[in-house]
């Protein structure tokens, strides 16, 4: 049996160390300042640096090391069933924007990484979204219909390289696979080269989107550009917009060395049992390490993580026999609720641009969203912003339905945590709980989160996320207190992992409690 590397930190980040740089502590000047050093950050940064502007990164932790160092790596227009809905809701020439836009961002990272030279395991390969139940055939013929009309190579079939049946499938040919923080190594060093400056830990806490705009970080440091991109995959400095109309979930990832002959030389997703993606990548000495990612669920509501994780292994063993996971870790999207991401604008008259609610699909989304932002910054022309915009017509509400039920479950949890005294599972008496708990609990100063470490020390914080003071509750597999509301997530002694809360929870003494 492999020993499992249980750190949080991916496949990806244990295997292509990023480039370090310093925090940001004095003042300087920019054309563009990207806030944000994902995919999506890193792109729009190099394609600005490109088109011959003086380009100013921040980044609030390591870069890559957020949402785009926890993905799965695929690069793909084949985004489970986006295109039937997207011809319902939207209409067919937004279907076939859609596939258009996706797939020249996934020609973008094929020729990117050509040009400059680097290895990232880029392997071309079909994406496959299937089905093992037949009650979900008839939905992946409409699918496999409606991107083929859309302008993708598209069928309909009923065998795949599973080693499992399953009852349909949509087939798209072509798509690609990559390693992405191998592929996002070779793009910062040439935005180096080309005089980009980028600095690591350094958060943002404010934004004037003025002219120019001036920039506020905990670093100490300052920055006066004439253009800003909010790269931080929720808007952290939109709370009043954008923030509802997007929704969180996150995913646990496991992976391992693949048996021979087990190879399904595809990516692969089907939503049936909480999701379930699988692809596998090289390991260098001609074995491959299966990825397999599901059990998908909304952070802050308390979900038991570790028996998603059981429940993930299970699955995965009863169809790849002999499989052994020697990785762990869990990734954390965002989506509109009228299912297009958010690129371009963040607010009419100001030169403040947002790249957010990619949906899963980041990888291709990112790409897109740095190209699309350096031709909004520069005024070039793009086929593609009015489809993205933020402001784009019918987007406040999108999907009244998505839209009023993300707001009930906001709603809910600020009002319910608050009335209700949680007493069972993981919120239960600080005298009961065992080491690796957590719980929240009243105190004379107010919601308190205490987590018990495996020493049997205790570790106490506020439980009102700093973001809009919704109570976090305590993710026992990961041990970090996350935000049902809007996603922010913080380590056990209240440091901010994940935003948009920009300030730690205000910490407490244990023995008060």
Known sequence: MNPIHDSGQ????????????????????????????????????????????DVVLLEARGLAGGVTGHTTGKVTALHTTVYDTLRTEHGEDAARLYAASQSAALQHVVDV???????????????????????????LRAEAEAARAAGLDASFVTETGLPYPVAGAVRVEDQAQFHPLAYLR?????????????????????????????????????????????????????????????????DLVIAGPLRPGLDPEGMYITREGGKRSVRTTPLGDGRRLLIVTGEAFAPGTGEDTE??????????????????????????????????????????????????????????????????????????????????????????????????????????????????????????????????????????????????????DLHAVSAVCTHMGCLVAFNNAERTWECPCHGSRFGVDGEVLQGPALGPLERREPTDL
Not at 38 to 53: H, K, N, Q, V
Not at 126 to 132: D, H
Not at 356 to 364: E, K, P, Q
């Open 307 to 456: 028996a998603g994780y059981a429940r993930l292994l299970s699955w995965t063993q009863e169809r790849f026999p002999g499989f052994e996971p020697s990785h762990r870790w869990a990734a954390q999207d965002n989506a509109a609720t009228d299912g297009l991401p958010l690129i371009g604008r963040m607010r009419a008259g100001e030169n403040v641009y947002v790249a957010t609610g990619f949906a899963g699909w980041g990888m291709t989304g990112g790409v897109l969203a740095g190209r699309l932002i350096a031709s909004l910054v520069t005024d070039a022309e793009d086929p593609w912003a009015a489809l993205y915009d933020p402001g784009r017509s019918g987007a406040v509400l999108g999907s009244a339905s998505a839209f009023l039920k993300a707001q009930w479950e906001t709603g809910k949890h600020f009002v319910k945590d608050r009335l209700e005294t949680l007493g069972d599972g993981t919120n239960g008496p600080v005298r009961t709980l065992r080491p690796g708990a957590g719980t929240v609990v009243r105190s004379a100063d107010g919601p308190c989160a205490v987590h018990r470490d495996d020493r049997g």
């Open 10 to 53: 991916s496949y990806w980040m244990q295997t292509a160390a990023m480039p370090s740089f310093a925090p940001l502590t004095t003042g300087t000047e920019a054309d563009v300042a990207v806030i944000g050093g994902g995919i999506a950050g890193l792109s729009a940064a190099w394609e600005l640096a490109r088109a011959g502007l």
């Open 186 to 250: 070779g793009l910062v060093e040439d935005l180096v080269a080309r005089g980009g400056r980028l600095h690591e830990n350094t958060r943002v806490t404010e934004v004037d989107g003025g002219g120019p705009c001036r920039l506020t970080t905990s670093s100490g440091g300052t920055v006066r550009a004439d253009h800003v991109v909010v790269a931080t995959h929720h808007p952290v400095f939109d709370h009043a917009v954008l923030a509802t109309r997007l929704t969180q979930h996150r």
């Open 113 to 139: 990484a050509r040009d400059l030279g680097t290895d990232c395991d880029l392997e071309r390969r079909p994406a496959v979204t299937y089905c093992e139940e037949p009650e979900g055939v008839e939905s």
